[in-house]
């Protein structure tokens, strides 16, 4: 079981990154309509989620939602990105197989993929062509 849900992490890891890659520096600060994040903003949001269901739904230490200040930059976000990814298959791989709480681990991908759906929204807004889905 852990070694399948090492591999739906590092799948999400690899497509997260190459959305990431995709969008050329000067458009991370694009947002296209008013009252939603910029592209850059909307990936240090993944950052940080996974972060704070990793806490609150992985490891069971409840933790208040208390965003970090944003990481700008193309370089800057994407290194926040594979940090918050290598803590939680940190995680995953501490736990011990009987423990694994699914629920936490499926909860936190499926917001990564909610929000990663939106930066591919991001990049067609641009006329960037997302890169090919990995599973």
């Not at 501490?94 to 930066?119: S, V």
Request: net charge negative.
């Amino acid at each position: 079981m852990k070694a399948n849900l090492k591999k739906t992490l590092e799948n999400a890891r690899t497509y997260t990154l190459a959305v990431a890659e995709a969008m050329p520096e000067e458009g991370f600060g694009f947002k296209p309509a008013d009252g939603v994040w910029t592209f850059n903003e909307l990936l240090h949001h993944i950052g940080y989620g996974m972060y704070w269901w990793e806490e609150n739904y992985i490891r069971g230490q409840a933790a208040d939602w208390a965003p970090t200040p944003v990481t700008y930059g193309k370089q800057a976000v994407t290194k926040y990105l594979e940090q918050a990814f290598a803590h939680l298959d940190k995680s995953v791989a501490a736990a011990k197989e009987k423990e694994l709480p699914l629920e936490g681990f499926f909860a936190t991908i499926d917001h990564i993929t909610h929000h990663r759906g939106q930066a591919t929204v991001y990049l067609r807004c641009k006329g960037i062509t997302p890169p090919e889905y990995m599973y």
